[in-house]
């Protein structure tokens, strides 16, 4: 073997030892910032923050939604008076329409 060679596969064995360690220490820093917790004032949610969020969220939406529904309610009783006016206004009137045919036809025999 050679000085040429042996050193060639001592440059080797450096630059393998550098990259691994700068892949060691690229992989350590992923890792540690995936594992640790994130810091209180960061603008990560934790999950007590999330329940209370949606918690909050759906008491909104319950409020609404009740009010909207009370409204609607109201609404549907309306029309359904109205309707039902209209219907016994269209019975009398039906009731009329035969008591007049009737009439009619008795009266033109």
């Known amino acids: ?3 040429e060679k042996i ?3 001592l440059f080797q064995f450096v630059a393998l030892g550098i990259f691994s360690g700068i892949f ?3 992989l350590q820093r992923v890792l540690l910032r ?3 917790p994130k ?3 960061s603008n990560y949610l934790t999950l007590s923050d999330y329940n209370k969020l949606t918690d909050r969220l759906k ?7 009740r009010s909207d529904l009370k409204l609607l309610s109201t609404r549907l009783d309306f029309l359904e008076n109205r309707l039902e006016k209209i219907e016994n206004i269209l019975t009398e009137l039906q ?3 035969k008591s ?5 036809y008795s009266s033109s025999e």
Not at 59 to 65: F, I, K, P, R, S
Not at 100 to 104: H, I, R, V
């Open 95 to 97: 009731k009329e329409i």
């Open 39 to 41: 810091p209180l004032n």
């Open 7 to 9: 050193s060639l596969i």
């Open 34 to 36: 995936t594992i640790e």
């Open 24 to 26: 060691i220490f690229l």
């Open 59 to 65: 008491t909104e939406l319950e409020q609404e939604y």
């Open 1 to 3: 073997m050679t000085w």
């Open 100 to 104: 007049l045919t009737k009439e009619f």
